[in-house]
Nanobody, 123 residues
Framework: QVQLVESGGGLVQAGGSLRLSCAAS????????MGWFRQAPGKEREFVAA????????YYADSVKARFTISRDNAENTVYLQMNSLKPEDTAVYYC????????????????WGQGTQVTVSS
């Protein structure tokens, strides 16, 4: 079992950057594949990025490739999402999630979820 807490969201102008963090409790963080999802008002929750247990492989939605970077520090039990060149369409609540099964871009495959952090990008 793992508990996740996101932080780092806020208001930023278009073209700016934010770094989201997801801190995990427990002592087996490295056993989990981690993902980031987001949900904007009136839209379905969508996949953003995922990372494997050791951080050796990463996966991104087409909408954020070349702008966002997912990383993890297993020694600190933390996964990050570096967001650069932010656009108004990036505005959403961002969630981190964990699963022990395998990496996935499917929401239902993740067992544990954080509370979410709001990211708002102004034009």
């Amino acid at each position: 079992q793992v508990q996740l807490v996101e932080s780092g969201g806020g208001l930023v102008q278009a073209g700016g950057s934010l770094r989201l963090s997801c801190a995990a409790s427990g002592r087996t963080f490295s056993s989990y594949f981690m993902g980031w999802f987001r949900q904007a008002p009136g839209k379905e929750r969508e996949f953003v990025a995922a990372i494997t247990r050791s951080g050796g492989n990463t996966y991104y939605a087409d909408s954020v490739k070349a702008r966002f970077t997912i990383s993890r520090d297993n020694a600190e039990n933390t996964v990050y999402l570096q967001m650069n060149s932010l656009k108004p369409e990036d505005t959403a609540v961002y969630y981190c999630a964990a699963t022990r099964t395998a990496w996935s871009l499917i929401e239902a495959d993740y067992n544990y979820w954080g509370q979410g952090t709001q990211v708002t990008v102004s034009s």
